[in-house]
């Protein structure tokens, strides 16, 4: 199989949202602290008829819909996420109602997690099995799901909520350059999840940003040196057109390609001009360490970094300053934001991803776009993720409205033998919700 990558996608998040700008003022934060030091609008979170399950039933089935696939037609399907319904049973067997009712129950895949990886490695598994000789000629199916919710403290308004569909399979619009790729992995304690009674993460946020850039740094690092064994020439910022990255909050983003203008400076890279250079000189004999903590080159880099950054990732943070932090889903929302802006201008163009999730794993790898054929169109594609209209649609929640729902997610969280108030009448048609767990934690979903 040539060219194989993602031929379709679908995203949903949840209508219900706080205005970062009401939370600020409602959590007693300084004014413009969320919108502006975090580069954050709005966060929606899931309300108690809904949760990771429902959104993932509801792109999954939409994404089939309106591309007109044939249910029997998958052949593997692999979710991503990181909020845990179930220690043994996965998401991907709740999805797998939808297929039985076709008569197909021949999918392989299972959940992967490893905080806002997952969805990465699940894509993984997918694109490694169409190359492989096992693929049976069949799509793969990659599903990103996840509800990310914090204590009540600082790290509250980093929250969010989405699920992502990607149909995979040969001859994509949007290909994978498989061979291009840069990986990092540690074992770190910045975000983790060790209290299973709880949905909310344990998190050193200082040290979370600096894990992330650091295997940014190495990622690259390994990537630049992959390029260039392979095509005998050195890579810089240039030869790409685009870069998305994981986006926990838009402050961080900012200072990740920032952090890359950095990098391809200290390596002396043509995509550094002479004005980039005298202004970053000073700061070329720190150590890697002192470059981390160093605000002034915070400054400057971004500074630098300003014009490249408003042409090669601005397009891509719409979704996740409107949506928040999606964790699996939040590197694919971003690209989703690409196609929803520039999709008439990026056949041809090649696209850099950058994937980060706690604990910790990281990778960098590289998309080639085409404009390909109707139905798995880049433009078909915007058109039936309709990222605008489901903005346009959503309903604003006051603060303190939010965090009474919190108040009750947390008590349902891990709990039996409840019904909800099953008021569906804010979601779009279509949209699954949940009625009912019973006495034995079996949950039950309508489709409305
Ligand atoms: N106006 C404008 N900017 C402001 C204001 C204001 N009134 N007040 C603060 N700021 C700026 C700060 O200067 C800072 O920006 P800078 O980093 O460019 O200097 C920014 O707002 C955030 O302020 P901090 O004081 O650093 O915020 P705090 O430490 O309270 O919380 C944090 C931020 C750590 C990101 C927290 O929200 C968190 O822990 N989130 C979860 C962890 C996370 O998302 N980590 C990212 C990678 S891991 C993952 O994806 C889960």
New binding site residues.
Partial sequence: AKNVGILAMDIYFPPTYVQQEALEAHDGA????YT???GQDCMPFCTEVEDVISMSLTAVTSLLDKYNIDPKQIGRLEVGSETVIDKSKSIKTFLMQIFEKFGNTDIEGVDSTNA?YGGTAALFNCVNWVESSSWDGRYGLVVCTDSAV?AEG??R??GGAAAIAMLIGPEAPIAFESKFRGSHMSHAY??YKPNLASEYPV?D??L??TC?LMALDSCYKHFCAKYEKLEGKQFSISDAEYFVF?S??N??VQKSFARLVFNDFVRNASSIDDAAKEKLAPFSTLSGDESYQNRDLEKVSQQVAKPLYDAKVQPTTLIPKQVG?MYTASLYAAFASLLHNKHTELAGKRVILFS?G?GLTATMFSLRLHEGQHPFSLSNIATVMNVAGKLKTRHEFPPEKFAVIMKLMEHRYGAKDFVTSKDCSILAPGTYYLTEVDTMYRRFYAQK
């Fill in positions: 300084s004014k413009g602290k502006i030091g975090l806002c914090y600082p790290a308004p980093t910045d975000f998190v946020g200082k979370s940003q992330y994981h926990p909050y402050k961080l932090n980060y706690s």
